[in-house]
């Protein structure tokens, strides 16, 4: 038995092929027929590695009874938000709109003409906890468009007018000035945790877009609270079992305030940001533990993250073997049985093992204490100690490698490729990792030549198709990508693919009212009753944040004004909302962070792999910046942006590499002088 999911390449929707339910995907197919048949629409959404996507599948969808009445009273449609992240935005926000309250699976029921009147979430097969049974919800609904189709038409009309004022936006006359910045901080330090780090009690999520505002602000103000939040952040949360002790690399969230237990589920993104904002916390504090979580980090996606052509795929489950966490979780006599009863004992008590387990009998492991301190509890030097670890790491991963995996979602989604290859160059800068270079150069010949199709940046990639055309955040987060390549390499084609890229973007999302910010779709995207424009930064950058910061730096690199004023006009649209929500406005921070800066504008002339130009290169990326672009000009490669006024001139000097300096419309001396340039820098 298979549905109308099966031609589809989406894992996640390959899940629900064999369900008895006839299942459509978003097509033209599913909504044409609703229309002709004028039933309503059972929209579900989720994703591959959600764990209660997999309960409401397991007891709902495979239930032939259930399947029965959705098939019978509706046209059911399955979207993975991975692959629609409009649909997702929309019909997310309309069920917080009705319930006050969102997640996954999210269960939505819509006219034929796709406009919603009811929703919820996850559904129980039994009446359960106050939730009604999902038969129950299917008849009730039927019955509401069948017998009073008034009213589901004025409560569909009324959510859809609701919409459509919440997607507005309005630049604002009042000022983007640095109160705005100072404020944010405010709010973010009186809402933060001081005792386990981040903002919330549990679930506890890490939000590496509002502690990179805080390291700015940090760089900005000199606030030393601002870097102490970041620190005790970054510490509690490499100690938790949200990192991934064993194997590196971190979960999802964690489900109670102190970072032990993680939902297990690992997705790409967390892990891209997550892994550069502990670049940057090595860069500012010169805190060499911060650079092992970030190495293990990237090392994890190098080894079980990345497709053999150069993409990352998207998730790792939560699940294995049908049980959440199974995978990650060991009980005292496992360790002892693998390292023996001396190792094993000590590896045991660092990790926090105990007989009675503190996850459902077992161990997530975790660390207690600091290697400091432990080390002088059991008696042992500080290095024999680390050895010991990290000898034992090896081991425990090597035996954990034998057990069955949880499944991986091998979608590769543009933006997150995009966020996870701008790390892999910021690390390679940083680190001087070539492994790493060679992963983000392979990511951006993967991206720009698998998914681009006649121009146009497509949004996923799976089993060498991509059918939907790229987002708003797809452009951007390519975009900063490509120059964090750039800086990476000094190769002329990533800049000029990153300004070409720019321009589309531009011409495909931008307001033409100009009333800021961009739209998340193009007008090759799926008609919906409103164009959706997300403003939010939630789990990663927003197209809309991703888009300022990106254009603000391009305007100083090539001159062009255009791109600085849709950036200002951008962020002036969402001037008041950064101000009364800064948590949800991380990157909208730090792009306005930058625009309200006096960046840094550095030129190298010289071959890249010059020891000389790396040694000028070390001294730059040895300091936290995060206001500056930095551009290459290698004399072996002809760059077509020479004419560009920040490019103009810039050749080496005696035949040395070259630095050009220049700030607040002023510039430095070159220098060819290591010393010469840190002083310039750091004066």
């Known amino acids: 038995m298979t549905n109308h999911l099966i031609k589809e390449t989406s894992p996640y929707l390959l899940q629900h092929a064999h369900n008895p339910v006839d299942w459509y995907p978003w097509d ?49 449609i399955k979207v993975d938000r991975e692959e629609h992240p409009d ?7 309309a069920v917080q709109a009705m ?13 034929p003409q796709g406009e919603p009147f009811y929703g919820g979430t996850y559904f129980p097969p039994q009446d359960s906890h106050g939730l009604p049974a999902f038969s129950r919800v299917l008849l009730a609904v039927a019955d509401a468009y069948n017998t009073r189709r008034s009213q589901v038409a004025a409560t569909a009309d009324q959510l859809v007018s609701y919409l459509k004022e919440r997607s507005s936006v309005k630049a604002t006359p009042q000022p983007l000035d640095g109160d705005i910045l100072r404020q944010a901080y405010q709010a973010v330090a009186a809402s933060f945790d001081h005792e386990n780090g981040s903002f919330s009690s549990a679930p506890k999520f890490p939000q590496p877009m509002v502690q990179e505002f805080l390291l700015r602000y940090h760089h900005r103000s000199q606030e030393s609270q601002a870097l102490q939040m ?37 997705m790409l993104y967390d892990n891209a940001l997550l892994s550069r904002l502990y670049l940057h916390a090595y860069q500012a504090t010169g805190n060499t533990g911060y650079r092992h979580i970030a190495e293990d980090t990237l090392d994890y996606v190098l080894r079980e993250m990345t497709d053999s052509a150069g993409g990352f795929y998207s998730a790792q489950d939560a699940d294995s073997e049908g049980v959440e966490g199974k995978y990650y979780v060991w009980t005292a006599k496992e360790i002892i049985g693998l390292l023996g009863q001396e ?41 024999e100690l680390g050895a010991t670890i990290e000898q034992s790491r090896r081991r425990l991963l090597a035996a954990r490698e034998q057990r069955v995996r949880p499944s ?22 940083i680190l001087g990792r070539e492994d790493y270079r060679s992963a983000a150069t392979a990511s951006a010949d993967f991206l720009l030549h698998e998914l ?30 490509l120059l964090a390549l750039h800086e990476a390499s000094f190769e002329p084609r990533w800049l000029e693919e990153a300004i070409s890229l720019a321009d589309a973007m531009t011409y495909r999302f931008w307001d033409g009212e100009q009333h800021g910010p961009f739209y998340d779709t193009g007008q090759d995207h799926s008609v919906l009753f409103l164009r959706p424009r997300d403003i939010l930064d939630s789990v990663k950058p927003c197209g809309g944040s991703a888009a300022a910061d990106v254009l603000l730096r391009l305007a100083i690199i090539t001159g062009e004004t255009a791109f600085e004023k849709r950036a200002v006009a951008a962020l002036s649209s969402v001037r008041e909302q950064i101000r009364a929500h800064p948590l949800g406005f991380g990157h909208w921070l730090c792009a306005l962070d930058f625009h309200l800066s006096n960046p840094k504008e550095i030129v190298i002339a010289g071959m890249h792999n010059d020891q000389r130009t790396q040694a000028l290169l070390r001294i730059i990326h040895a300091r936290y910046m995060p206001n500056r672009v930095l551009v290459g000009v290698d004399p072996g490669k002809p760059h077509a942006l020479t004419a560009a006024p920040l490019l103009r001139n810039r050749t080496m000097i005696h035949g040395c ?10 510039c430095h001396t070159p220098t060819s002088d290591p010393s010469a340039l840190e002083r310039e820098l750091d004066g």
């Open 28 to 76: 033209s197919e599913a909504l044409e027929r609703a229309r002709r048949e004028d039933k309503p629409i059972l929209l579900s959404i989720g994703y591959s590695a959600c764990h209660w996507c997999h309960v409401m599948e397991r007891e709902c969808f495979e239930d032939v009874a259930i399947a029965g009445l959705m098939n019978e009273h509706f046209v059911p």
């Open 87 to 93: 649909l997702d935005h929309v019909y997310m926000e």
């Open 99 to 111: 319930t006050g309250s969102g997640g996954w699976p999210l269960t939505v029921f819509l006219t």
């Open 230 to 266: 970041v620190e005790l952040t970054l510490d509690k949360m490499a100690k938790g079992g949200i990192y991934d002790q064993i194997g590196g690399g971190f979960h999802r969230y964690s489900t109670d305030a102190r970072w032990l237990v993680p939902h297990f589920e690992k």
């Open 343 to 383: 190792e094993g004992r000590l590896i045991g008590q660092y990790f926090g093992i105990s007989d009675e387990g503190n996850f459902d009998g077992r161990n997530v492991l975790h660390v207690p204490t600091d290697i400091e301190t432990f080390a002088a509890a059991v008696g042992v030097r500080q290095e």
């Open 408 to 429: 991986r979602d091998e979608k590769i989604v543009t933006s997150w490729n995009s966020l996870m290859l701008g790390s892999f160059a910021e690390a390679a800068s």
């Open 452 to 481: 681009r199709r006649d121009d146009v940046l497509m949004h996923s990639y799976k089993d060498r198709k991509s059918k939907i055309p790229g987002y708003l955040d797809d452009y951007a987060l390519l975009i900063g990508g």
């Open 657 to 666: 590499p070259t630095v050009y300096l220049c700030q607040r419309h002023i």
